[in-house]
């Protein structure tokens, strides 16, 4: 009896040993799994979807394309999954999201931001001081937010939760301002919040002095 017992406690502690042994390994076999970005392929997929309206290295020479070069990762693969899902409505971004699979928009995204981004300019020299004073302190007498607290002074914005806007073109941009003002662009409250409350003048402004910043 008590040779049964021991060979009972000893089966015991064997089993719990395992049980704590496979808790632990799962998250290092999770871990392992999550595939590393592959830059190559990345290269092969952004030239092959993307580079004709995006430029070869992700800087757009079109000023209604957005430049993606140095982008957040992160930012990328969100919007590109939102484009695919219609969380984003774009006609031609959502066509080309929807041949792209969950590695693929990792790839294209890090290689991205592999790319430096190439500076942009202010041109509205009228404007320049208003786009400052909005990019810098916001609107106080109408609680609108200063756009530098998300998106850092020089617009390099905050990894994973805010994109980068340094050099971005001035018209991508106050289209995209005007489209969360307007309700077009959905996919950020806190940005259709902020753009509800500024005028054609002032997203021009904005959007000017944010296309010099660096």
């Not at 021991?6 to 015991?12: D, E, K, P």
């Not at 939102?82 to 971004?93: D, Q, T």
Request: positive net charge; proline residues 5%.
């Amino acid at each position: 009896m008590k040779l049964l017992a021991s060979l009972l406690i000893t089966a015991a502690l064997a089993a719990s040993a395992v049980s704590v042994f496979a808790q632990e390994a799962a998250p290092k076999a999770a871990a392992a799994k999550v595939a590393k970005p592959d830059l190559a392929k990345g290269e092969a997929s952004y030239t092959a979807v993307c580079a004709a309206c995006h430029g070869a290295d992700g800087n757009s020479g079109t000023p209604a394309n957005p430049k993606l070069a140095q982008q957040h990762p992160e930012y990328l693969v969100k919007q590109l999954q939102e484009f695919k899902s219609g969380k984003r409505a774009n006609a031609v971004m959502s066509g080309m999201a929807a041949t792209l699979s969950p590695d693929d928009m990792k790839n294209i995204a890090y290689w991205l931001s592999s790319k430096a981004a190439k500076p942009g300019f202010a041109k509205d020299k009228e404007l320049v001081a208003l786009g400052e004073s909005i990019y810098r302190g916001g609107i106080a007498e109408r609680q609108i937010s200063a756009c530098s607290g998300c998106h850092s002074p020089n617009g390099a914005g905050i990894p994973v939760q805010y994109p980068r806007l340094s050099g971005q073109h001035a018209d991508y941009t106050a289209a995209q301002l005007t489209g969360f003002r307007d309700g077009v662009r959905k996919n950020a409250l806190q940005m259709t919040q902020v753009a509800a409350k500024l005028n054609d003048r002032e997203i021009k402004a904005v959007s000017d002095y944010i296309a010099g910043l660096r």
